[in-house]
């Protein structure tokens, strides 16, 4: 047992030693806080005040003069909304996901199982109290902390890189600790997670602990693939069998954070470690190759596995400089080691692949802005730097040594012409330099721009229309340009000579805030040129699959979303789009989507329960890989007994094996696969939380560690 995973359990029974050892607690109960808090601040009011919550809050209360309070729960607002949880949403909320999802904003996609929050397929932006947030730190954050949660969709301020952010505001402490713990066990596959958190509270200052485990062990054989292979000459047709195929996992976090807060400033660092590991496991899979009328059937073997370890250390600082200004600065260093280790073998074919990789990270973030009236300012300047360097053995003996940089300057105006109508306006550009040893530099100044009008002329009704210009930074391992066997006919190979991706957006859409029902009307164009897709080429009579960026895509959404309060106990949340998919250049085809996505969210007491569903979808993703996904719904049912909350529920049941078909089609190869996924198939899962406040009620903070680790390794 290595000493990571001695530590876990030692920290399972010290929590568990905990709970027995609990003999006294003061039975006096604390009279119940504020039910409901409505911060409505005048513009010279927020110029003024300085405390550390209104620290948190300044950058999203530009526009809070502007105000309309619907149904003690929704505060419009000219750059967004807040929503304020109700009571009863909190205590049976176990995270922050949990908390998101209740409060049905229309739009946003929460896969509370996965941990992602989206809307229309792009990732949320999400920060606790003005600072970042990821996974971890949703997962271990205590819902009763929370006092609002603000959505902005005209970003300015620290907020002017996000399209659409979340900002979650949690009450302060000055003394007193807490603890708590989660565990979540699936049933019908192996799957276990643990979090767990103690925090302690000494005047302005909090020293916090964080600690957790994900475990997976599984059965996940089952997919299907055929594969068409056009060489000059000669055609090869090839199917496969996935027979068996075991699933292991073990990842582990830690995490120590300091913070202290003033009237005029807040401080913060965080050093956590990540490690993960996938012990060394084997598909195997049955093969039929017909080349050209020869047929053969062989025995597939692909062995691999990887461990990667993940040291973090991130400090930041937020001041108010004066009447209306504040600056916020955040630094980021991290390093990763990675290795990772591949044996595929098919017949007398075989090829190893062995990597270790050191791959260091340093971002920095600087926001300046300044209210003056009706008027704000801001300015934010980002760079993110990434250097790996990489040994390859086996079949191949290659060193690689890889380096880019991103840099952000954009400045925003942002102005309150009257009650109704409000500009904002951003304009910077992008700096853009990435280098495989081996390859061209390249080196690129890209525009970014945007601009958005909002039209209110009605007190529950909100026109808006936006116009962007931007760029997508590819992924580090499409650029790597080490060729990987795949099979006898086949290898993978990254292209380090791809072009920026532009992005241009334009996009109309209509709120409507009445008493029991909000929804929104949507009409966008998105225009990607020079997107990144797949592209097949014969090289020495073999295929090689790479990337290619001489492709662009039109795309056009017709969109509803709605919330509807059917009753105080009884809410639906509801989608409804239309999406047209169009490539041309490289890839030339198209496709329409329909999605629909229902909610539904009953209360009682101590009680709830939810239901979900998605139908199914045959779409063309921006990669040009087209899919058909399957019906997909989910129940659970969620019971509050004091400081334990119980949630039970599953996913798909009763539904018989779902498999994800994908295809892809080139001029010299193409694929037909059907995946099979233990997690997607009929499952259930039992979730037990608990909480604990010793001294005076304390909020803690999030867990600002991540499970996810970069890594350029061409896998």
């Known amino acids: 047992m290595n000493r990571l995973s001695l530590f876990f359990s030692i920290f399972k029974m010290f929590i568990a030693q905990l709970i027995a ?6 039975s006096k109960k604390i009279m119940a806080a504020v039910a409901m808090l409505f911060v409505v601040v005048s513009d010279a009011d927020a110029q003024q005040q300085g405390d550390s919550l209104r620290l948190h809050m300044e950058d999203s209360t530009f526009t809070l003069s502007a105000v309309e309070i619907k149904a003690d729960k929704i505060i419009k607002k000219n750059d967004g909304m807040t929503i304020i949880p109700q009571k009863g949403q909190l205590k049976l909320s176990t995270d922050g996901y949990d908390v998101i999802y209740g409060i049905m904003i229309p739009g946003l996609d929460v896969d509370r199982r996965s941990g992602s929050v989206t809307r229309l397929g792009q990732k949320v932006a999400i920060y606790i109290n003005g600072e970042k947030a990821n996974d971890a730190e949703l997962r271990n954050i205590k819902p009763s902390s929370i006092v609002r ?31 708590a713990f989660d565990d979540t066990q699936y049933i019908g596959y192996m799957r276990n997670t643990f979090n767990a958190t103690a925090q302690w509270n000494l005047e302005h200052s909090k020293i916090s602990l964080f600690a957790g485990n994900d475990l997976s062990n599984f059965g996940n054989a089952g997919s299907h693939e055929w594969e068409n292979y ?3 000459g000669r055609s090869i047709l090839r199917s496969t069998d996935i027979l068996g195929n075991r699933y292991k996992n073990n990842n582990q976090y830690l995490q120590l954070n300091v913070t202290k807060s003033a009237r005029t400033y807040n401080l913060g660092v965080k050093v956590s470690m990540v490690r993960n590991e996938d012990p060394f496991q084997v598909i195997s899979g049955k093969v039929t190759v ?6 053969t059937s062989r025995i597939l073997s692909d062995g691999s596995s990887s461990r990667s370890f993940y040291p973090e250390v991130n400090a930041f600082g937020n001041f108010i400089l004066g009447r209306g200004q504040m600056l916020s600065v955040n630094v980021d260093f991290s390093y990763g080691n990675n290795r990772y280790g591949g044996d ?6 075989r090829f190893l692949s062995n990597v270790k990789e050191d791959i260091w990270q340093w971002k920095n973030f600087v926001s300046y802005s300044k209210m003056v009236k009706t008027q704000k300012f801001s300015l934010l300047m980002t760079d993110n730097y990434t250097r790996s360097n990489a040994r390859y053995t086996g079949s191949i003996d290659l060193g690689q040594r890889f380096y880019s940089n991103e840099g952000i300057l954009q400045a925003g105006y942002m102005n309150n012409f009257s009650k109704s109508l409000i500009l904002n306006l951003q304009a910077g550009s992008s700096w853009l330099l990435y280098r495989l040893e081996g390859a061209v530099k390249t080196s690129k100044l890209l525009p970014r721009a ?22 997508s930074f590819p992924t580090l391992n499409t650029f790597n340009q080490v ?14 000579e791809q072009n920026i991706t532009r992005i241009y957006n334009v996009g109309l859409a209509y709120n409507a805030f009445l008493k029991n029902f909000n929804y929104q009307l949507m009409l966008i164009n998105n225009t990607y040129m020079h997107l990144a897709v797949p592209r097949f080429v014969v090289e020495d009579n073999v295929m090689v699959s790479t990337y290619t960026s001489d492709a ?5 959404l017709a969109v509803f979303f709605g919330t509807w309060n059917i009753t105080s106990a009884l809410a639906l949340k509801s989608e409804l789009a239309y999406i047209h998919n169009d490539f041309n250049g490289y890839l030339d085809k198209n496709k329409d989507t329909w999605r629909v996505r229902l909610d539904v969210t009953y209360t009682y007491k101590n009680m709830m329960l939810n239901v979900y569903g998605k139908m199914k979808e045959n779409r063309l993703e921006n990669t040009g890989i087209e899919e058909k996904d399957f019906f997909r719904w989910g129940i659970n049912a969620k019971y509050n007994i004091g400081r334990w909350l119980l949630e039970v529920g599953g996913n798909n049941l009763f539904s018989p094996r779902n498999y994800l078909k994908s295809t892809y089609s080139d001029i010299y190869y193409g694929y037909t696969r059907s995946t099979f996924d233990k997690m997607e198939q009929a499952n259930a899962y039992l979730k037990v939380a608990w909480r604990l406040n010793v001294g005076k009620k304390v909020n803690p903070e999030g867990n600002n560690s991540s499970r996810i680790y970069p890594s350029s390794i061409m896998k």
């Open 21 to 26: 050892n609990i003999k006294y607690i003061s």
């Open 230 to 232: 056009a060489f000059p």
């Open 344 to 349: 595929i073998q098919e017949e007398d074919y």
């Open 149 to 179: 949660i603000d959505y902005i969709d005209i970003p300015s301020g620290k907020f002017i890189n996000d399209p659409v952010s979340l900002n979650i505001i949690t009450r302060t402490s000055t003394s007193g600790a807490y603890y």
């Open 450 to 471: 945007s601009v958005t009008l909002r039209y209110t002329p009605f007190k529950s009704h909100v026109f808006t229309l936006n116009a962007n210009v931007g760029n």
């Open 483 to 496: 060729s990987l066997g795949r099979n006898p006919f086949l290898q993978h190979r990254g292209n380090a």
């Open 290 to 295: 017909d080349d050209s009328g020869d047929k």
């Open 552 to 556: 662009d895509l039109h795309q056009y």
